[in-house]
Each structure stands twice: as C-alpha cells, then as structure tokens.
C-alpha cells in the first residue's frame, strides 16, 4: 500500500513581533485614558435596567 502523507499544522503562537506597528503602548495608554475620561463625563446618565424597562413598558417575563 501507499503511505499517506499527511500536512501537520504548525503551533499557533503569537509573538511581540506579530504585533508590531497595530498599535503601540503610548496609542494603547492614550486609548484607555479616552475610554476612561468619556466614562467619568457620562456615568451620571446611567440608568437602573428596571427604570429602563418601565419607562418604555417593557415587561420583564420569568424563565
């Protein structure tokens, strides 16, 4: 009979230099503080889901 060859997959593993030029630690940092300060400025404007529901008169049904 024929021996069959077969394709083993190579590991997947990711390195630094995988990453390199997506994005760096200073644009990483900028992102977070943006994400972070947009936060602070609208966390009054969050709303209970409850108080969400009934002022749409959504009805919440038990599983």
Avoid: N, P
Avoid at 10 to 23: N, P
Wanted: one cysteine or more.
């Amino acid at each position: 009979m024929g021996r069959i060859k077969t394709r083993q997959a190579k590991e997947a593993s990711l390195t630094d230099r995988d990453f390199e030029g997506v994005i760096s630690e200073g644009e990483e940092t900028k992102c977070a503080d943006e994400i972070w300060e947009y936060y602070e400025a609208h966390k009054e404007e969050l709303e209970d889901v409850d108080e969400y529901a009934r002022k749409r008169g959504l009805v919440k049904h038990g599983i």
